[in-house]
C-alpha cells in the first residue's frame, strides 16, 4: 500500500523558514518522480513543486520560485520542501504526492501538513 | 501559470449526469494529453479518478469518463449517487516541468 506521510508544519512568523518532510512507503521512491501541492484553508489546489526521479529537473510555480527548494533523498525514501522568505499567503495544508509515471501529474498523496504563517 | 477555470458548482439528482469543464490555453490543456481528475472529499487528501485525459485507474468506476477538445477537458458523471457529492479539480501538464489545477468545482447531488 503507497503511504505518504508529511511533517514539518506549524506556526511560523512571516519571513522565517520551515521545512516540510515526506516519508514514503509502499512503492520503489527512488523509481517516481514525486510532487508538493498546497490548499489554503477553503480554498483550492495549487501545484507548488516537483522534482524527477534522480533529483535531475525540478520545477516550481511562480509563486514560490526564488522562496522554496524540492529535494529528495532515496536512500531515506524522503521528499523535502525547503521553504523561505514565508508569507502568510503561503498558508496551507501541504501535500506530498507522487507522480503518475508518464502524466507529470500527481496520483497518490499524503494527508497533508499545516503551515500556518502569521504577521 | 493561470488556473485553469472550472464552474464553482454542478449539480444533479441521483441517477442523472453531471459535466464539469475544465478550460486552459494552448500552454496547457490544448498542448498536452496530461489532464487529470481528482476527487476531494471535505478534509481529505485528493484521489485521482482520470488521468491522461480518458483513462480511469484500477478501482474507479466506469461512471467517471474524461475527454478533452481543444484547451477545454471535461469530466462526467454518470448515474450519480450520494457519495459523488464532493469537490472536483483538473489539472494540466503546463510544460518546462510545471503543473497546474482548476480551480474546482463543487457537484451536489440533489
Known amino acids: 500500500e503507497v503511504q505518504l506521510v508529511e511533517s514539518g508544519g506549524g506556526l511560523v512568523q512571516s519571513g522565517r523558514s520551515v521545512r516540510l518532510s515526506c516519508a514514503a512507503s509502499?512503492?520503489?521512491?527512488?523509481?517516481?518522480?514525486m510532487h508538493w501541492v498546497r490548499q489554503g484553508p477553503g480554498k483550492g489546489l495549487e501545484w507548488v513543486s516537483g522534482?524527477?526521479?534522480?533529483?535531475?529537473?525540478?520545477g516550481y510555480a511562480d509563486s514560490v520560485r526564488g522562496r522554496f527548494i524540492i529535494s529528495r533523498d532515496n536512500a531515506k525514501n524522503s521528499l523535502y520542501l525547503q521553504m523561505d522568505s514565508l508569507r502568510t499567503e503561503d498558508t496551507a495544508f501541504y501535500y506530498c504526492?507522487?507522480?503518475?509515471?508518464?502524466?507529470?501529474?500527481?496520483?497518490?498523496w499524503g494527508q497533508g501538513t499545516l503551515v500556518t504563517v502569521s504577521s | 501559470q493561470s488556473a485553469l477555470t472550472q464552474p464553482p458548482s454542478a449539480s444533479g439528482s441521483p441517477g442523472q449526469s453531471v459535466t464539469i469543464s475544465c478550460t486552459g490555453t494552448s500552454s496547457d490543456v490544448g498542448a498536452y494529453n496530461y489532464v487529470s481528475w481528482y476527487r476531494q472529499y471535505p478534509g481529505k487528501a485528493p484521489k485521482l479518478i482520470i488521468y491522461?485525459?480518458?483513462e480511469r485507474p484500477s478501482g474507479v468506476p466506469d461512471r467517471f469518463s474524461g475527454s478533452k477538445s481543444g484547451n477545454t477537458a471535461s469530466l462526467t458523471v454518470s448515474g450519480l449517487q450520494a457519495d459523488d457529492e464532493a469537490d472536483y479539480y483538473c489539472?494540466?501538464?503546463?510544460?518546462?516541468?510545471?503543473?497546474?489545477f482548476g480551480t474546482g468545482t463543487k457537484v451536489t447531488v440533489l
Open positions: 491522461e485525459v480518458t
Open positions: 509502499g512503492f520503489t521512491f527512488r523509481e517516481y518522480a
Open positions: 489539472s494540466s501538464y503546463a510544460g518546462s516541468n510545471i503543473g497546474v
Open positions: 504526492a507522487r507522480d503518475k509515471p508518464g502524466t507529470y501529474l500527481p496520483d497518490y
Open positions: 522534482i524527477t526521479w534522480n533529483s535531475d529537473t525540478k
